[in-house]
Nanobody
Framework: VQLQASGGGLVQTGGSLRLSCAASDSSYAMAWFRQAPGKEREFVAGVSWNGGRTAYADSVKGRFTISRDNAKNTVDLQMNSLNVDDTAVYYC???????????????????WGQGTLVTVSS
């Protein structure tokens, strides 16, 4: 599957951004990860194939919302109340072996988009 992430940019603390991931198809679980400079890639949010189940990292619960539109083959990440700790390259990923989010480990996901940079300024 091909994934194309977009929507990153520069935003001030407290602001919002919406990331979008365009996929070539949508028959599996998908997730957003992020990687800050000098840190490991970490799970942000995931969504089941039909959007019915979602999962979030504790650090973004209540601020970020993941959603998908299978008619458009897109998975979006609405990010609100951003802070400097959210600065990272954000990647969308697909777990083609599962319909639901099975893991927060990056090695579970076998398809990755190119990443989009989110910078939050203080």
């Amino acid at each position: 599957v091909q994934l194309q992430a977009s929507g990153g940019g520069l935003v001030q603390t407290g602001g919002s951004l919406r990331l979008s991931c365009a996929a070539s198809d949508s028959s599996y679980a998908m997730a957003w990860f992020r990687q800050a400079p000098g840190k490991e890639r970490e799970f942000v949010a995931g969504v089941s194939w039909n959007g019915g189940r979602t999962a979030y990292a504790d650090s973004v619960k209540g601020r970020f919302t993941i959603s998908r539109d299978n008619a458009k083959n897109t998975v979006d990440l609405q990010m609100n109340s951003l802070n400097v700790d959210d600065t990272a390259v954000y990647y969308c990923a697909a777990d083609r072996s599962s319909l639901v989010v099975q893991s927060t480990r990056p090695d579970r996901y076998d398809s990755w988009g190119q990443g989009t940079l989110v910078t939050v300024s203080s």
